[in-house]
């Protein structure tokens, strides 16, 4: 089993910047890839990050520019970081945590979800 705890949402305006942290325990981290979600209000759960054991990274095109996937093997943690944010980027964001690498854009690739942190972009 693995557990994954979000944190580092909030209210912010447009053009501010967040950190997401997503604290991961149970197996091993190190050997887990880890993606990041969002959902908003009514759509589908969106991928937007994801990064493999080895450093892999993977990214939505659309926020390629913007967002950043990072993880501290020490700290058993994956980050997001969240730049130039848009009211468009209004969701409950989502770690997630997998021991495969089949599919990491795919929200199906994932055994292990968080509960989501709130970010709240304001015009």
């Known amino acids: 089993q693995v557990q994954l705890v979000e944190s580092g949402g909030g209210l912010v305006q447009a053009g501010d910047s967040l950190r997401l942290s997503c604290a991961s325990s149970g197996r091993t981290f190190s050997r887990l890839a880890m993606g990041w979600f969002r959902q908003a209000p009514g759509k589908e759960r969106e991928f937007l990050a994801a990064?493999?054991?080895?450093?892999?990274?993977y990214y939505l095109d659309s926020v390629k520019d913007r967002f950043t996937i990072s993880r501290d093997n020490s700290k058993n943690t994956v980050y997001l970081e969240l730049s130039r944010l848009k009211p468009e980027d209004t969701a409950v964001y989502y770690c997630?945590?997998?021991?495969?690498?089949?599919?990491?854009?795919?929200?199906?690739?994932?055994?292990?979800w968080g509960q989501g942190t709130q970010v709240t972009v304001s015009s």
């Open positions: 990064i493999g054991w080895k450093g892999t990274t």
């Open positions: 997630a945590a997998d021991q495969t690498w089949t599919a990491p854009k795919s929200k199906t690739n994932y055994e292990y």
